[in-house]
């Protein structure tokens, strides 16, 4: 549906539509965050870095709403590993996911003050962890949260991110590991193969294993 391609900063980009324009938005693809944010206009004086793709505005999209399930005001705040951050608002808006899906009332996170390192000039994050409001439980009435990707390990390849009936017929879907929350609270996997980073991190036990069979 949608192909990753990889990023400067060694992660992997892919392109979404938001809004009653559809405006392409390069997000960076990650299975580790259960947030879909992307800043948004008017930031605050330095709230905003500089990104490839135009910003997103709420006020040219007939479709933007606030949604009504968080109590006011609906804010958020996450948190990176690299110490990059992104703080702002819920929202509502229509998203499209490649040529043929469109998710009205789809809800997102407005970026107001996101920080200058960890995005590059991305427009974003993708995330596909689990929770009540992610992508992947907001579009299970059409993909019944299953999806796969597979990253092109150069510039010259592609890879792809399915969802569905897509995914269930491209990646091989009787060779699987089924993925266990980490806590029913938590919006993890038990284990995340984290596509946002480029560093694995491994319980010492795991890695000495790990090493063992390399080293074989």
């Not at 793709?53 to 705040?77: L, M, V, W």
């Amino acid at each position: 549906m949608t192909v990753p391609i990889p990023g400067k900063e060694g992660d992997f980009l892919v392109t979404v539509s938001l809004g009653l324009l559809s405006r392409s938005l390069t997000l960076i693809l990650d299975t580790g965050c259960d947030l879909y944010w992307t800043q948004d206009i008017p930031c605050p004086d330095d709230g905003c870095y500089k990104q490839d793709d135009p910003y997103y505005e709420p006020s040219r999209s007939s479709t933007y709403s606030d949604p009504q399930f968080y109590h006011s005001p609906s804010t958020y705040k996450i948190f990176y590993e690299d110490k990059s951050y992104s703080y702002g608002y819920y929202a509502k808006d229509t998203l499209t996911l490649g040529p043929n899906y469109k998710f009205p009332n789809f809800v997102f996170s407005c970026g107001q003050n996101n920080s200058s390192n960890g995005f590059g000039s991305t427009a974003g994050i993708l995330g596909l962890g689990k929770g009540t409001h992610t992508l992947v439980s907001q579009t299970a009435y059409k993909f019944n949260q299953i999806f796969c990707y597979c990253v092109p390990p150069t510039f010259s390849t592609n890879g792809y991110l399915l969802f569905g009936l897509e995914a269930r017929k491209y990646c091989h879907p009787e060779m699987f590991t089924p993925l266990v929350s980490a806590r029913p609270a938590r919006p993890h996997y038990k284990t995340i193969i984290d596509s946002g980073t480029t560093i694995t991190r491994l319980p010492q036990s795991v890695y000495a294993v790990l090493r063992s069979a390399f080293q074989d």
